[in-house]
């Protein structure tokens, strides 16, 4: 299959982006929902097509493919078209044109990810998403958005750092930047490094605490779509680049069950739903880590239900702080009368994420867990079903229990305010409800989109009552422990303390050396009159104004449309964050250019 570069399904979306400000108010609506559906329909065009590449670009000696189709490639864009109808729709109410951009932006650099051929095309996009997102998480507009957001692109440049690096080190070891599996028998540092890149956006410990930082505190629609994309072209990247690496199987155990414990100390809703991202994840790296045809099949199918049903469950949540202002467990309550379809929407999630029966989880995540006792990895599959109790416990019933039942711990302004949601949140909620359901009575139609022909059958009498025992005792155990599980207003503490603290540790570093060789040049050359010291002065003033200041201003210059944005948007600190980002990053890359090409 050969076709133009230019129908690139991310361009759609990046042209679609660029246009918005100039689009009437009158047919904005209407806009805002063909620019995703023909997104989607462009997807599907190519899912018909076959395999194939598109869109290649030679330039500098580069043959740089902007295009590759196949079955791993097109079952993740399918989903990510999908998700950017609904996350799209759910988000009409929205006026500011800045969410929209930076949304659309975000998905086109997954999209581009997901359908990269080299090295070079992937690195692009895959910090076109990093730094789209991120406007997500600073529109909910607040100080804690503002912090939340620094230290999520600090720990994202940080993670694109580590690929950049990889990728340079094998272009130079084997002269190739296609983006292909890597030899995992035997990596080597080029290959552990790409692979950390790839796994800090996937959120696994100890590089996870950006995820429930930020997640928690993006704006409502803003975190739908975050919710959806990040960690799974992750996903997406370890199963092309190193599937079968056998690190990855015990640490997607411990994200499964890492989630699942922290889960258990969060008050704020949206944040409990955070850490289980990092759970739920954490079985397609374990999967990953497998690397078997049957376990690489559930990473694939578990990715594709996990969006669906973890982007309604934020949609849900965000229904709630949309509408009352709240998101707090210790301050919620008792709202099934005056939010009905939030709470249905939400307890269909919340039954998917917990692999109920009929449901999408159930078709998706029993494939991984039966690939792990396949592989005679039982004390993997023993942890996962473990992990799965776990969260049913707090996302199938904690979750809706303590939001639209319990004890009523709303304020009076929360009462008043809460009522059902805008018609296009509902909307969006109820398409993906139908779309969790059907998936999990009708496996067949997503199995046949799953890179491998492996033959499995999730409905056996022996999956179906494992499960329900599991479901059943772990309700008993929620409704005897009820009363030690009552939301307190608290704030859990993770390893995000060290990414608090290294973010000012950073801006110091970044900036003071930068201040006192300024400050020490200028105070000798005001000072020191002697004319034994004078030409030395004005050398010192002409390195002053020719290289520190330049280099200075130079950068601010680079970054001044993008601060100015930022300013508009959040004031405060943020434009000094990303002089000093942009600082240390200049520098690194020059040192590592220099030291691997010499």
Known sequence: MTSSFWLHPALVLIAGALLLPFIPKKVKTIYLVIVPLLVLIR?????????????????????????????????????????????????????????????????????????????????????????????????????????????????????????????????????????DHLDVLHPDLATYLIAAGFLLNAAVPPLHAWLPDAYAEASVAGSVFLCAFTTKTAVYALIRGVAGMELLLPLGVVMAIYGVVFAVLENDSRKLLAYHIISQVGYMVAA????????????????????????????????????????????????????????????????SISAFPLFSGFVSKSIIVAASFEDHRVWAGMLLLLASAGTFLHTGLKVPYFIWFGKDRSSDEVKQRAKDAPWNMNLAMAITAVLCIAIGIFPGALYRLLPFAVEYHPYTGYHILETLQILLFTALGFFICLKMLEPHATISIDLDWFYRKGGRIFLWLAEKPAQWIDTAVNGAYRTLGFKSVL????????????????????????????????????????????????????????????????
């Open 288 to 351: 990953v880590g497998l690397g078997t045809e049957l376990a690489v099949n559930g990473a694939c199918a578990h990715a594709f239900a996990h969006i669906l049903y973890k982007g309604l469950l934020f949609m849900g949540t965000g229904a709630v702080l949309h509408m009352t202002g709240e998101s707090r467990f210790s301050a919620l309550g008792g709202l099934y009368r005056k939010m009905p379809l939030a709470f249905l929407f939400t307890l269909i999630g919340g039954l």
């Open 43 to 179: 997807v599907i065009v190519l899912q018909f097509a076959g395999p194939g590449v598109f869109g290649i670009l030679h330039t500098f000696g580069l043959d740089l493919v902007f295009g590759r189709v196949d079955k791993l490639s097109m079952i993740f864009a399918i989903i990510m078209g999908i998700m950017a109808l609904l996350g799209t729709v759910y988000s009409l109410h929205v006026q500011e044109n800045g969410h929209h951009i930076a949304s659309w932006i975000y998905v086109a650099g997954s999209l581009g990810v997901i359908f990269a051929g080299d090295f070079v095309s992937l690195f692009l996009f895959w910090e076109l998403m990093a730094f789209s997102s991120v406007f997500l998480i600073w529109q909910r507009r607040s100080k804690r958005s503002e912090g939340a957001g620094y230290r999520y692109l600090l720990v994202h440049i940080a993670g694109g750092l580590s690929l950049l690096a990889g990728i340079l080190l094998r272009w130079k070891a084997t002269g190739s930047l296609t983006f």
């Open 535 to 598: 030409g030395a002065a004005r050398a010192a003033n002409t390195f002053d104004a020719a290289v520190i200041d330049s280099a200075v201003d130079g950068t601010a210059e680079s970054v001044r449309s993008i601060g100015g944005a930022v300013r508009r948007l959040q004031p405060g600190h943020i434009q000094s964050g990303l002089l000093a980002l942009a600082l240390l990053l200049g520098a690194f890359l020059l040192i590592l250019a220099f030291v691997i090409i010499r």
